[in-house]
């Protein structure tokens, strides 16, 4: 059969990333993408674009009959930081595009459903290191308690209904390709700009505040690997924890002094260090590694020498 995908919110920071790869693999006009907005030229030109809120779900069901969507990505939420800034509006978005999609896989009009989940639904109570698959979440964000709403809801509606959705709690993402979008760890991208730029960032997180993150490289690898496992392999139906790598700004400023001496980091922490000091230090991944093979590829030194190639 014919697989037709949809990605909503695919000119975030993932789903920019995610509908290239996706259309590289199924071919362009197979993936169809969309947004409340047009995204940037190679996405627009690459194959078919809707204008689409993911809210809307009568907008939405005429989109997936009009191209027969099999397969939805949702990937539009509104993120952490900005979250705490608009906490109505980011509930409704996060948690109403969630139901939308996952009614239309109730109602079998849609046959396979992505939907990441994040790092933020652990919470201050939760054990920091190599945090385990099933633990304390208590989140203390917006967007933490609209992402582990959503995994609940997400395991609830393939227990009741069968609907095939798959997760992974995303750690912070690094990408050259397109700026973060709103996160508690955008300084991880802010970062390489800066020192080509100006040669010196000013960091909003303390320098010894360890987080999980991940290159965008093997984000993307591990969604696809994730959807296109055996129905049989997918034994977690919330959220799988995904690991990269972990490290503090600290760390990262010296792995880019390693390339670019003369670099300068300071630190001012804002509102998002409550934020990080909420989240895990690092990630146990083991469900994902023995459930469906994910591999990491990409360390800090491997992460800082591909951001400052490509960026330069």
């Not at 940037?40 to 005429?62: H, K, Q, R, V, W």
């Not at 396979?112 to 933020?120: D, E, T």
């Not at 201050?124 to 995994?151: D, F, H, L, R």
């Amino acid at each position: 059969m014919q697989k037709y995908i949809l990605i909503i919110g695919a000119c975030g920071q993932i789903g920019t990333e995610l509908t290239m790869a996706l259309r590289e693999k199924h071919g362009n006009d197979n993936v169809i993408a969309s947004d409340i907005r047009e995204g940037n030229d190679s996405l627009m030109e690459s194959g078919p674009f809707e204008i689409l809120d993911a809210t809307d779900y009568d907008a939405l069901e005429e989109v997936i009959a009009y191209y027969e969507i099999n397969e939805v990505y949702l990937m539009a939420a509104m993120l952490s930081a900005t979250a705490e800034k608009f906490p109505m509006r980011a509930w409704n978005l996060n948690m109403n595009s969630l139901f939308n999609v996952l009614n239309l896989g109730k109602e079998k009009k849609i046959d396979k459903i992505f939907w990441p989940s994040s790092i933020a639904v652990f919470g201050p109570n939760t054990p920091k290191e190599n945090t385990a698959q099933n633990t304390v979440m208590e989140p203390s964000t917006v967007y933490g308690i609209s992402k582990q709403s959503g995994e609940r809801w997400c395991e609830y509606y393939f227990n009741k209904f069968d609907v095939d959705v798959r997760s992974i709690r995303y750690p912070g993402l690094i990408s050259w390709k397109t700026m973060p979008g709103g996160g508690t760890t955008d300084y991880a991208v802010e970062i390489y700009h800066k020192a080509l730029s100006e040669g010196a960032y000013t960091c909003f997180l303390k320098k010894d505040t360890a987080l999980p993150m991940m290159f965008m490289d093997d984000a993307i690898r591990a969604t696809m690997q994730l959807m296109e496992a055996d129905d049989d392999s997918i034994k977690v139906r919330s959220s799988y924890n995904l690991s990269g790598m972990s490290f503090t700004p600290e760390e990262m400023a010296k792995s880019v002094q390693e390339k670019l001496p003369s670099f300068k980091m300071s630190y001012e922490p804002d509102f998002r260090q409550a934020i990080a000091d909420s989240w895990p230090s690092s990630i146990d991944d083991t469900n994902a590694r023995e459930d469906w093979d994910w591999k990491t590829e990409f360390d800090l030194k491997r992460t800082t020498y591909e951001m400052l190639r490509n960026l330069k």
